[in-house]
Nanobody, 124 residues
């Protein structure tokens, strides 16, 4: 089973940018659709963005559309989430997830494997 490790989280001021990375353990990374989700304290885990196996299709939550960009480099077994114009309401733990069925999917139930999460904190 693929293992996922996120990195790139941290503390940033409102209006700033961060780039999250998620690296997979398997060389069959290109067989998986990938998604990013986030969870703030006391809330459900919400969809942020997703990308198909070959990167040709993407999907975004309305709240991040135009500010966040999901991409992948299958040669590096890595998916990225570039986050610009960050706002305090973007503060959450961000998780990447892998989907054998491809995607991009918004429903977290399609995802088979999850990373451990990385904290993103945006100060006002």
């Amino acid at each position: 089973q693929v293992q996922l490790v996120e990195s790139g989280g941290g503390l940033v001021q409102a209006g700033g940018s961060l780039r999250l990375s998620c690296t997979a353990s398997e060389t069959t990374f290109s067989n998986y659709g990938m998604g990013w989700f986030r969870q703030a304290p006391g809330t459900d885990r919400d969809f942020v963005a997703a990308i198909s196996r070959d990167g040709s299709a993407t999907d975004y939550a309305d709240s991040v559309k135009g500010r966040f960009t999901v991409s992948r480099d299958n040669a590096k077994n890595t998916v990225y989430l570039q986050m610009n114009s960050l706002q305090p309401e973007d503060t959450a733990v961000y998780y990447c997830a892998a989907c054998r069925s491809g995607g991009p999917y918004r429903n977290l139930n399609y995802y088979d494997t999850w990373g451990q999460g990385t904290q993103v904190t945006v100060s006002a």
